[in-house]
Every structure is written in C-alpha cells, then in structure tokens.
DNA sequence: CCATGAAGCCTTGCAGTTCGAGGCATGAGG
DNA sequence: CCTCATGCCTCGAACTGCAAGGCTTCATGG
C-alpha cells in the first residue's frame, strides 16, 4: 500500500498550539495522554514527540491558555491534568479564524486541496 | 467594510516557499513584483516586506528550484528574474501534498473551515 | 540643479518554534 | 532482578519569518 507521506519537519510550525486547544476543549487532559490522542487522530499523518508537546503545554500555561492540577489517576500514578481557561477557549476562536485565513490564501494562490487529495488518499491509488 | 484579521506573525511558517513556486508556476517572474503579486491576491490578508521573501528566493535558488537570469525589463531597469526548474516543479507537487495532509489533520482535529468563515467573510457579517 | 518617491536589489540580527536526544521516576509482569 | 510502558522533564541544534537598514536607478516637480 502506497503509504501517506508523513508531514514534513516544519509543517506543523505554529500550529501544535491550535492543535492541543482543540483536543483539550472537548476535555481535560495530560500530556502524555495528549501526545498519543493527536499521533492516533492524526492517522499516521503525526508523530509528535514528548519533547515537542511539554514545552508547548508549558508555554500555554505560562501564558494563561491552560490551567495545571496534579491528579492522581487510575493507576495511582501522578498526572499533570491541563485544563482549558476562558482565556484559552478565546485564544483557540482566533486560532480558528487565523487558521481559516491561512487556507483562504493558500486556496488563491495554490490552488485548493481537492476532495480525496489527501496523503491518506493519494490520486491514482484508489483506481 | 469589515476588514479581515491579517494572519499571525508566524502563522505562514513555512508556506512562503509553497506560495512562491506557485506563483512561479504560471510564469517566471521578479523578487519585487513576486511580493506584490502575493499581497495582492491575498486580498489584504498578508503584508510581506521584500527583507522577507528575498532569502527564500536564494534558499530556493541555491537549492536548485529556481533559475535567475538578469533581464533588462521594459523600463530598462536591471531584474533578476526567477524561473521554476522541473525540481522546484516536482516540489510544488510535494508542497502540495504535504498541505493537503496539515488540512486533513487540522480538519479531523481542530474542525473543517466552513464555508464563508474566512477573515474575508466571516460569518454573521453577510446578512 | 535638487529633492522626493517608487522600483529594485541586498544583508544582518533577533525571536520564536519544532525536534531529537537524553535523563529521571514509578508500577506491572516475567 | 530486569524490562517495558507510563509519565514527566530539559537542553541544544536547526530552521524560519521579520524588522531594520542600506544601496542604486529612474521619473517627476519645484
């Protein structure tokens, strides 16, 4: 099978942030746990690692876009459970909006992504 | 009018470079005229200053994407005028599909763009 | 003649981001 | 005891966009 192109190193610049508010407003989370929730979602298409995602999470919360509680969960062992503030609920709608922009561009001048376009679903692979 | 939000200082992080060699995909072109012809299809929605993209255009250059050959335009004025190789072409496809798999990502995760929530027309706006 | 502004090109330094490598601790299963 | 998965962390390298600044030529107006 032809796989899918894994997304090349600087693809995601900007974006990991956007990504991480979403998935935590649908819930609460821990880091761990979020690294392997966006890996899956993302079909292959992501391998984040730890050491890409803790600085990011640090940096949200440092900022006010995330609030940390140290949990102990099922497994009794110690988590750092984020959670998503007002403030970060805001920052994710502007994220949103921006992120819509870019595409808005990229569909002008690149021209847009077409249905089943996707590395999941390269041309000519289908038959 | 409601103006549109410009992007995010980091939001194209690494899309310049896609950008231009779809430009550069129609016809050759110069650096000058190359940054007005982006901000201008952008429909206010980028500003790049010429200190911008002139390094991509050598990174590019150097990478063997691109020809420059110097051209004595209409004016008579000096031009260095760049010209897509069939590499920078065969990049453009790559290009492509690595920004088709950020969408589909982003689509699954942080949700589709709807249609009509660009900055350019965002909703509630239109009547 | 001189000033101004636009067309054109360029470089340098800063700041922000991802990524890989590496390190540390705990609990479960052999 | 050892190893593997869970779970957290930091550091340095590499890349990128951006602002600031500088250079040259041509056309226009005073």
Redesign the pocket.
Known sequence: MLRGMK?G?????????TLLLAVLAEGPG????LVQKLNERSAGLL??????V??????MEEQGLLTAAWRT?D???????YRLSPKGRRRLNTQRQQWAGLVSVMDKIVGPVAEGDSPLNPRGATA
Do not use: A, F, N, W
């Open positions: 997304l190193k600087r693809e995601l610049d900007g974006k990991i942030e821990h880091g761990y746990g391998s984040l690692g730890e050491g890409t803790y600085p990011v999470l640090h940096r969960g497994t009794g062992r110690q988590r750092k459970v």
